[in-house]
C-alpha cells in the first residue's frame, strides 16, 4: 500500500499534479479532475456529489502543491478554497490501480488440465464461509479473481443452494423460476436436462442482460460419469489474441444472434463471442452452440467469421485448457457465467441418477457483497 512514506516528490504544473513514489512508480492527476473530487463538494451523509460537471471551471491552474500530513495540499489560481487529498485516496485512484480492490484484479488461468479444484481455487465449507467473516472475504475475492470457487459440506436439500447463496450475492430469477434441477427428463426442452455428455459453454447468452454468475449444487452426484468440466474464456480469448489476432478481432466484431424458444419462453439477443471493455480487455466470453441461431454475416465476412468461429471452438474442446473434477454429494460450485465456460461428460441416469440443482445470481451483487464485507472488516480492523 502507498503511504505518505512511501512518496519520494510532488511536482506540479498548472495543468497537472504529479506524485513519484518511492518504487518508481508514478502517479499524474489532471487538474480538472483534482477539482471535479473535492470532498467539500460531496455530501458527508450519503457521499454523493453536489456539483455538476458544469458548474466547474473548464480549466482551472494549479498554483501550487506540497505535501502536509499525510496529504497533498492544492490551491488553485483565481480560488481561495485549497483542498487537501490524502495520499492513500490518491494511490487508489490513480490510472490502473482498480481503486485498491483486490477482487478487480483478474487472475487468468489457461492449463486447467495441470489444475485441482481443491488445491488451486478458492475451497472451503459451508460453516467456514458462514462463520467467519475473513474465509468468506476471501473465497469471494478469489472467486472474483479465478471467475470459479467450490464450497464443502452443503446440506443435500433443495432448499440449501438459496440459504448458501444468501452469502455470496442475489438470485436472479429467469422463466425457469430462481433455481432449476439439472436432471434427466424425457424430451427435454434443454439438453442441459438429459444424459448427453455438454461441451464447454456459457449459459443463457440469448438473455438480458445475461446472467452473471451461476451456482451448482450436487444433491446426487453420478457414481459413473457426469464430470464436470471448466475452461477460463478470458483466458483463451488472450490466448487467440496473441495466436490469431486476426480471428480474435473478428469474433469481437460480430454479433451473433442466439434464441431459446420452450413452452413458456421465447427469447432472443445478439452479442459477439467475445466482448471487449473500453480499454481493450476481454470483459466477457459468450459461447454456446447449441443455442446459436442462424447467422447472417456480410456476403464477404461469412467465411473468415466462420473460420474464426471454428478456431475458437477447436480450442473449447483442447483437455489441456479443461479443469476436469467430480462434484461429490454435497459439493457446490460458483462461477462467472461471462468468463468461465463450463461442461460435463455424459452419463447414464437409469444405473446412476444424476441431481444439480443451479440458480444464478446477479453480477453486481456478487461484486457488491465483496465490496461490502472488505469495508466493514477495514472498519473494524481500525476502530
Not at 39 to 59: A, F, V
Request: charged residues 25%.
Amino acid at each position: 500500500m502507498k503511504t505518505p512514506a512511501t512518496v519520494k516528490r510532488v511536482k506540479s504544473t498548472p495543468q497537472s499534479l504529479t506524485i513519484e513514489w518511492s518504487d518508481g512508480e508514478i502517479g499524474e492527476f489532471a487538474s480538472l479532475w483534482l477539482r471535479d473530487n473535492l470532498r467539500e463538494d460531496r455530501d458527508p451523509h450519503s457521499g454523493q456529489r453536489l456539483i455538476d460537471i458544469t458548474e466547474l471551471p473548464e480549466e482551472p491552474r494549479i498554483r501550487s502543491a506540497v505535501l502536509d500530513a499525510g496529504a497533498v495540499r492544492v490551491e488553485w489560481e483565481g480560488e481561495s478554497r485549497p483542498a487537501s487529498f490524502e495520499i492513500e485516496w490518491l494511490a487508489g485512484h490513480a490510472y490502473g490501480s482498480n481503486g485498491q480492490r483486490p477482487e478487480l484484479s483478474s487472475a487468468l488461468w489457461l492449463e486447467g488440465e495441470v489444475l485441482d479444484a481443491r488445491r488451486d481455487f478458492a475451497h472451503c465449507s459451508l460453516s467456514a464461509l458462514r462463520g467467519n467473516p475473513g474465509t468468506r472475504l476471501e473465497w469471494l475475492t478469489r472467486l472474483l479473481q479465478q471467475g470459479i470457487a467450490f464450497l464443502s459440506e452443503v446440506p443435500t436439500t433443495k432448499s440449501a443452494i438459496l440459504e448458501a447463496m444468501s452469502a455470496i450475492g442475489r438470485v436472479f430469477e429467469t422463466n425457469y423460476g430462481l433455481v432449476f434441477d439439472v436432471q434427466s427428463v424425457p424430451e427435454p426442452e434443454n439438453l442441459a436436462y438429459s444424459d448427453r455428455g455438454l461441451g464447454l459453454h456459457t449459459d443463457n447468452p440469448y438473455r438480458e442482460p445475461v446472467p452473471g454468475f451461476q451456482a451448482l449444487h450436487a444433491l446426487l452426484a453420478s457414481r459413473e460419469g457426469g464430470d464436470s468440466l471448466f475452461a477460463d474464456g478470458h483466458a483463451l480469448a488472450e490466448h487467440l489474441r496473441a495466436n490469431d489476432p486476426g480471428a480474435f478481432r473478428l469474433l469481437t466484431q460480430i454479433a451473433v444472434p442466439f434464441q431459446y424458444s420452450s413452452k413458456g419462453a421465447e427469447l432472443y439477443a445478439q452479442r459477439p463471442l467475445i466482448q471487449l471493455s473500453c480499454r481493450g480487455a476481454v470483459s466477457a466470453v459468450h459461447y454456446n452452440s447449441r443455442s446459436i441461431a442462424p447467422l447472417a454475416p456480410a456476403k464477404d465476412e461469412a467465411v473468415p467469421f466462420y473460420a474464426a468461429y471454428r478456431r475458437f471452438a477447436a480450442l473449447l474442446r483442447e483437455p489441456r485448457f479443461q479443469l476436469r473434477c467430480k462434484l461429490e454429494d454435497a459439493d457446490l460450485v460458483v462461477f462467472d457465467n461471462q468468463r468461465i465456460l463450463h461442461g460435463r461428460t455424459g452419463f447414464s441416469s437409469a444405473q446412476f441418477p444424476r441431481h444439480l440443482r443451479g440458480c444464478y445470481l446477479t453480477r453486481d451483487s456478487v461484486y457488491g457483497q465483496t465490496a461490502l464485507l472488505r469495508r466493514n472488516i477495514e472498519r473494524e480492523t481500525r476502530s
